[in-house]
């Protein structure tokens, strides 16, 4: 790498060493080229300035190189991000204050439509529900603005009530909410009423980060769904980005009995297994121990739907695909295309980190997975359809394919 020791060299001297060592992913670009050719470029600019060239130019290199290698598992992390990446799989909240509120920008404007409302912030107390429009937030109609999570974010930021303006279905609704830090980070909720059939809940998984949470949740709520008789459940997996393997295995095991998968390495073939309540590991086909065992394990035995989307990614996907091979019908839009690999965390010297893509998955019998999910029912995930709505149309769709109806 040259005799140079800048903070911009080090970072992307160490960086590259690491993503040669474990790099594991299908890209088809030559990786030891990519990596000599962004080398050579950097130590052009950093050449007036020898050893003192800052670690942002180190970071340049690395992201253009990632971004020719054109593998969405493989990428680099900011300090900031990485810290908050680890609080997720901590179990812990972001450290400013919040509503408890994921929302998305209405195409064409016209406002913000809720995706997900954590069941432990002032939101959700207040009573928002999934498919709430925003309108207005203080006052300030969000008609024909493009900033309304700015907006949103702004005012949690104050420390003081703010109101939100909601529409739902034909009724205008007026919301006074003031952030907190949410200590937790986001687990899955269960949603019943709110426009769905009186035996019927709505089961969001926003995500597989928090370790030794999210399997543990899900199993607690599909014992609350049978403790209230529900005859269905309807797994919103829509833009789970993905997150643990062995809290997507927890998460699974509520719905089939010893979900297994294969994680092939350079080196070796890692078995994770579920069985009798436990997180199971096998490598090269001999035990390994095992992540923890959950205390009351849940079986699901009534009707079952997944919902997808473009932004159902990695251990989402997962998800969706082991219950799709079972027989359960998934609903929606062919998900974002990680589904046959999987990632490990690097720190890097800069205090941010390099994610990087060291197996490909595989089902237990050593088939490996696709690239990606195609639903049993295609259906666009419309914002626009989902706006002020409590049931969207991938909703109605499943309570159609259970057959259930409003």
């Known amino acids: 790498m040259g005799l140079a020791a800048s903070p911009a060299e080090d970072l992307y001297d160490q960086s590259t060493r690491t993503l040669q060592d474990n790099y594991f992913g299908y890209s088809a670009q030559d990786l030891p080229a990519l990596v000599e050719t962004h080398h050579q ?17 180190g970071r340049d290199a690395l992201e253009h190189l990632l971004a020719e290698l054109n593998d969405p598992h493989t990428y680099y992390l900011y300090p900031e991000e990485s810290v908050e990446r680890d609080r997720a799989q901590a179990g812990q909240g972001p450290l400013t204050p919040r509503i408890g509120l994921t929302t998305a920008p209405v195409p064409g404007g016209g406002g913000r439509v809720v995706l997900f409302v954590r069941d432990d912030g002032p939101a959700f107390r207040a009573g928002m529900k999934p498919g709430d429009l925003i309108t207005g937030v203080a006052g300030k109609s969000l008609s024909a603005r493009e900033d309304g999570g700015s907006l949103i974010a702004e005012y949690s930021q104050k420390h003081l009530p703010f109101e939100l303006t909601i529409k739902r279905g034909t009724d205008i609704l007026h919301f006074t909410l003031q952030a907190e830090v949410l200590t937790q980070a986001p687990l899955p909720t269960l949603t019943t009423g709110a426009g769905l059939p009186n035996d019927v809940g709505l089961l969001q998984i926003p995500d597989f980060e928090a370790y030794q949470e999210v399997g543990f949740k899900v199993h607690n709520l599909v014992k609350e769904a049978q403790s209230k008789n529900l005859k269905a459940l309807i797994v919103d997996l829509r833009n789970n980005e993905g997150g643990l393997l062995v809290e997507l295995l927890s998460a699974v095991a509520a719905f ?29 086909n001999q035990f390994a121990g095992q992540y923890y065992a959950m205390t009351f394990p849940q079986m699901w035995t009534g009707k079952l739907a ?17 219950l799709q091979k079972l ?12 589904l046959n690999t999987a990632s490990q965390t690097f720190d890097l010297p800069d205090r941010g980190a390099l994610v990087i893509t060291t197996v490909k998955s595989a089902s237990p019998d050593g088939t490996f997975y696709p690239e990606r999910l195609t639903p049993d029912i295609m259906i666009s995930d419309d914002l626009l359809a989902r706006a002020g709505n409590l049931v969207d149309p991938l909703v109605q769709r499943a309570l159609e394919e259970l057959d259930l109806t409003l």
């Open 41 to 57: 470029q950097l130590q052009a600019v950093c050449k007036p300035r020898a050893d003192s060239c800052p670690v942002e130019l």
């Open 256 to 284: 089939a009995p010893n979900p297994a998968l294969l994680s092939m390495g350079k080196t070796e073939t890692t078995r994770l297994e579920y069985r009798r309540g436990s997180l199971q590991v096998r490598i090269n």
């Open 306 to 322: 997944v919902l997808v989307n473009k932004d159902t990614a990695s251990s989402g996907e997962y998800f969706a695909y082991y």
């Open 327 to 338: 027989g359960v019908t998934v609903i929606g839009e062919p998900t974002a295309g990680l």
